[in-house]
Nanobody, 122 residues
């Protein structure tokens, strides 16, 4: 059974930084694309960043480009999201998951963690 545990969120001021961690148990992530998602208050969950196996090929959405960096530590079965120059619009619950695809529905994933809350004040 896959379990995902996100951590590292918090309340910060605009311009500050946070690093999120996601540790996976029950499945080795080394052959999977991994992704970070976020769900702002009252909005749908969206993919924010992807990282392919090997950790070289990454992609982030335009709204966080130049500010967020995704990385992975496969021996630790952990994925990270470094977030710099945070903005109030980055406020959301952040989740990670395995094999993210834009066309997948939330219920198409095997499991979700509890997420980690990021709140950015102006």
């Amino acid at each position: 059974q896959v379990r995902l545990e996100e951590s590292g969120g918090g309340l910060v001021q605009a311009g500050q930084s946070l690093t999120l961690s996601c540790t996976v148990s029950g499945r080795s992530i080394d052959t999977y694309v991994m992704g970070w998602f976020r769900q702002p208050p009252g909005k749908q969950r969206e993919i924010v960043a992807l990282i392919k196996w090997g950790g070289i090929d990454t992609h982030v959405v335009d709204s966080v480009k130049g500010r967020f960096t995704i990385s992975r530590d496969d021996p630790a079965n952990t994925v990270y999201l470094q977030m710099h120059n945070l903005k109030p619009e980055d406020t959301a619950v952040y989740y990670c998951n395995i094999d993210p695809l834009p066309e997948k529905r939330i219920e198409d994933y095997d499991a979700w963690g509890q997420g980690t809350q990021v709140t950015v004040s102006a």
